[in-house]
């Protein structure tokens, strides 16, 4: 059975950093995307970034992170990291990792990130 256990999520003060980890256990092969997703209350998930792998490694960000958050991954530890910089109170949110693959995707339980103003 796939698990993505998520880490590194807490609480920030406006303007500050955190760094979210996220590493798959279980038979997975042959993942091709890894990311994060969030959702606010009241509101839905949303991507926030993803890294997608074909032989060349493509990132894609939401508009509302572009210049501040860093997708990255280590394929060799099925590890993908969300680095987040210049913290806003409207990032406030759980944070959810995403695999997929071939066979499936998955998502992690999901870390709170609250950023205080």
């Known amino acids: 059975q796939v698990q993505l256990a998520e880490s590194g999520g807490g609480l920030v003060q406006a303007g500050g950093s955190l760094r979210l980890s996220c590493a798959a256990s279980g038979s997975i092969f042959g993942i091709n995307t890894m990311g994060w997703y969030r959702q606010a209350p009241g509101k839905q998930r949303e991507l926030v970034a993803t890294?997608?792998?074909?032989?060349?490694?493509?990132?894609n960000y939401a508009d509302s992170v572009k210049g501040r958050f860093t997708i990255s991954r280590d394929n060799t530890k099925r590890t993908v990291y969300l680095q987040m910089n210049s913290l806003k109170p409207e990032d406030t949110a759980v944070y959810y990792c995403?695999?997929?693959?071939?066979?499936?995707?998955?998502w992690g339980q999901g870390t709170q990130v609250t950023v205080s103003s």
């Open positions: 995403y695999f997929r693959s071939a066979y499936g995707q998955y």
């Open positions: 890294s997608t792998s074909h032989g060349v490694t493509n990132t």
